[in-house]
T-cell receptor, first 112, second 113 residues
Framework: DAKTTQPTSMDCAEGRAANLPCNHSTISGNEYVYWYRQIHSQGPQYIIH???NNETNEMASLIITEDRKSSTLILPHATLRDTAVYYCIVRVKQTGANNLFFGTGTRLTVIP | EADIYQTPRYLVIGTGKKITLECSQTMGHDKMYWYQQDPGMELHLIHYSYGVNSTEKGDLSSESTVSRIRTEHFPLTLESARPSHTSQYLCASSPSLGLETQYFGPGTRLLVL
């Protein structure tokens, strides 16, 4: 699975858009980009995923560059409850185990 | 909201005791996982299962064992707890079809004295 690089931490003002970048320059053609987040003391929560097209759901938007070497998770109107560690993971769907390799992620702090 | 449950949520126990951490899901998922996470650190996969009667070791070596006798149930057992086992244990499940998004339980925080 491709390695990802994320900033260690970011701050965002409440109500503003939070843009979380992720570099995955060694991603291969059949690898998907997943985003999860982990709020303090809780289990990780799935946010969104994509292959090459931009995606949007009720939680966030995912923008993937045309060369697929990087992506950005966008929380359009950050709230205090969005304070969490955000993980960018790239992996291919396998017929066997689907274990996710969590790195250190980006610690997002939403400031009032 | 995912239907995956872990009990107990918190456990404080003495060295040498046998413990079992419970994980159950009601989504009918074939695949289940156990991760271990120390405070402020990365999650590490310690066990996974493709389905009933299937169990495999994960990336991080662990003295714990698991069993999968029923689809919905994936308990983790430590035969003799030690302080080095103090950590948070997170259970997850995913379907076998589609993109296999993982759904996590709330975790069990274990403290071994």
């Amino acid at each position: 699975d491709a390695k990802t690089t994320q900033p260690t931490s970011m701050d965002c003002a409440e109500g503003r858009a939070a843009n979380l970048p992720c570099n995955h320059s060694t991603i291969s053609g059949n690898e998907y980009v997943y985003w999860y987040r982990q709020i303090h003391s809780q289990g990780p929560q799935y946010i969104i995923h994509g292959l090459k097209n931009n995606e949007t759901n009720e939680m966030a938007s995912l923008i993937i560059t045309e060369d697929r070497k990087s992506s950005t998770l966008i929380l359009p109107h950050a709230t205090l409850r969005d304070t969490a560690v955000y993980y960018c993971i790239v992996r291919v769907k396998q017929t066997g185990a689907n274990n996710l390799f969590f790195g250190t992620g980006t610690r997002l702090t939403v400031i009032p | 909201e995912a239907d995956i449950y872990q009990t107990p949520r918190y456990l404080v126990i003495g060295t040498g005791k046998k413990i079992t951490l419970e994980c159950s899901q009601t989504m009918g998922h074939d695949k289940m996982y156990w991760y271990q996470q120390d405070p402020g650190m990365e999650l590490h996969l310690i066990h996974y299962s493709y389905g009933v009667n299937s169990t495999e070791k994960g990336d991080l070596s662990s003295e714990s064992t698991v069993s999968r006798i029923r689809t919905e149930h994936f308990p983790l057992t430590l035969e003799s707890a030690r302080p080095s086992h103090t950590s948070q244990y997170l259970c997850a499940s995913s379907p076998s079809l589609g993109l296999e998004t993982q759904y996590f339980g709330p975790g069990t925080r274990l403290l071994v004295l």
